[in-house]
């Protein structure tokens, strides 16, 4: 019988916010999978997991295949069907594959990417999935993201659509601040209402930090919650 590609939501970084589900697979597969994003960059995800791994007495496989930080299109494509050619060769000889990342797997992952192409190589792909950095960054703010009849908007990149939305959301949660530029600040700025401004940085780790207004570091693991009050 042929293997199956499980992609393992891991959550934002605190090990103890593995689901139990994601914890039995981690303790039974016979590869896991965590991808780089450049070859010296050791994998978030792998080291979420590592205190779960490291209770394991038997023999397992890690892959990491390199998932590189780049906007060259052909570049990602070459990556990603390497890295899917690498968990096939698994697959095919019978062997399950968890795919660890972080968060949830559904929410900005490069688990999509190996996802399809897997899919399409006829394999069968389940998902778990894994506590949210949005909602990890919440609960460390301390806040509640919406209520009654408010409107969520998940922000992975601030350009001229944000500005045309922004009237209809009551929340915003904007990820990957570290590549944002004053643009953020100018348009959530722009809105009148009271707001409240909280960022979020490694969140749920141990070098966690949770700022009012908006942060001007520019660490990867960052995600600003912007919340306006009626
Ligand atoms: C490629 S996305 C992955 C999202 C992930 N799949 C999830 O469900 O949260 C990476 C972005 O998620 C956010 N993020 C992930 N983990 C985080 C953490 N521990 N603290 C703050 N933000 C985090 C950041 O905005 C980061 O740039």
């Known amino acids: 019988m042929k293997g199956k590609l499980i992609g393992v939501g891991v959550g934002p970084g605190d090990p103890e ?33 590592k205190p779960s791994l490291d209770k394991r007495e038997d023999v397992f496989e890690v892959l ?19 890295a899917a050619d690498m968990v096939a060769d698994h697959l095919e000889q019978g062997r399950d594959v968890a795919f660890v990342t972080l968060g949830d797997p559904a929410i900005f992952s490069t688990f999509s990417y ?25 609960a460390s703010a301390g806040i509640p993201l919406v209520e009654k009849d408010d409107i969520l908007v998940v922000v992975p990149k601030v350009d001229q659509r944000l500005a045309r939305i922004m009237e209809h959301g009551d929340t915003f949660v904007i990820m990957k601040t570290s590549r944002h530029s004053e643009l953020l600040k100018d348009t959530i700025e ?3 209402r009271n707001k409240e401004i909280i960022s979020v940085q490694n969140c749920s780790m141990e070098n966690e930090e949770v700022h009012a207004g908006f942060t001007k570091n520019k660490k990867y693991l960052s995600t600003t919650l912007v919340k306006f009050h009626k």
Do not use: Y
């Not at 990491?64 to 390497?82: A, G, I, R």
């Open 17 to 49: 916010l593995l689901t139990i589900k994601a914890e039995k697979v981690l303790q039974s597969v016979d590869v896991v999978c965590a991808p780089r994003s450049a070859p010296a960059k050791p994998s978030i995800a792998l080291s979420i997991v």
């Open 64 to 82: 990491e295949p390199v998932f590189p930080m780049t906007e060259d299109k052909e570049s990602l494509e070459n990556h990603w069907d390497q």
């Open 190 to 192: 722009s809105d009148n």
């Open 114 to 138: 190996l996802q399809q192409r897997i899919g399409d190589k006829g394999f069968v792909v389940d998902m778990i999935p894994g506590i949210t950095s949005f909602t990890g960054c919440a």
